[in-house]
């Protein structure tokens, strides 16, 4: 019973450098959105999706691309890593439903040095 | 714009002491309302949520009820346990419209007990 899988757990990357965070999900979910959690900040939303082939921009999307070529995968790129991009991000996801209850993955913790 | 408001923390209560954990929130039309969990090394979890004014949200012995009147949510619990250690968020989705497609979370409240 997987639910929301991010890796990696943890990266450390110089600044400029890029990468990718990977989320996928197994449990046919629509939406998928991506968060960073920061001290004293709660969690901000980055990117979401209500759908394959549908992104949005959150609240602080700069510095971050998404897509969503199928249902279960959510990638999550950092173009140019700078140092204010270090933080802990969390995948998660939902049915259309409007429940309201998200499925979080585990957490990715980010470093840029 | 939306916005939700917890108490500081961290609190440090004994085993089996009452706790309550303050949520206020601003927001236009009419919010469902939510308190998420964090527990050590994972993500975050629904504890409970309720959708309408005066609605009462219950899950694991944790309460919160729906005030419209004073825009609040406050998460109490009658007597916690050790394994009630974590990060406690409360949040909003922008209304029944939009679904919970943006959910805005308050900045958390660190909770530790001590037996």
């Known amino acids: 019973n997987a639910g929301v899988t991010q890796t990696p757990k943890f990266q450390v990357l110089k600044t400029g450098q890029s990468m990718t965070l990977q989320c996928a999900q197994d449990?046919?979910?629509?939406?998928m959105s991506w968060y960073r959690q920061d001290p004293g900040m709660g969690l901000r939303l980055i990117h979401y999706s209500v759908g394959a082939g549908i992104t949005d921009q959150g609240e602080v999307p700069n510095g971050y691309n998404v897509s969503r070529s199928t249902t279960e995968d959510f990638p999550l790129r950092l173009l140019s890593a700078a140092p204010s991009q270090t933080s802990v991000y969390f995948c998660?996801?939902?049915?259309?439903?409007?429940?309201?209850?998200?499925?979080f993955g585990e957490g990715s913790r980010l470093t840029v040095l | 714009g939306n916005s939700v408001t917890q108490m500081e923390g961290p609190v440090t209560l004994s085993e089996e002491a009452f706790l309550t954990i303050n949520c206020t929130y601003t927001?236009?039309?009419?919010?469902?309302l939510f308190w998420y969990v964090q527990y050590p090394g994972e993500g975050l979890q629904l504890l409970l949520k309720a959708t309408k004014a005066d609605d009462k949200g219950s899950n694991k012995g944790f309460e919160a009820t729906y005030r419209k009147e004073t825009t609040s949510f406050h998460l109490e619990k009658g007597s916690v346990q050790v394994s009630d250690s974590a990060v406690y968020f409360c949040?909003?989705?922008?209304?029944?419209?939009?679904?919970?497609?943006?959910?805005?979370f308050g900045t958390g409240t660190r909770l530790t007990i001590i037996p």
């Open positions: 927001a236009t039309g009419y919010p469902s």
């Open positions: 998660a996801s939902s049915r259309t439903t409007r429940t309201g209850e998200l499925f």
């Open positions: 449990m046919n979910h629509e939406y």
């Open positions: 949040a909003l989705s922008e209304g029944s419209n939009f679904g919970n497609e943006k959910l805005t």
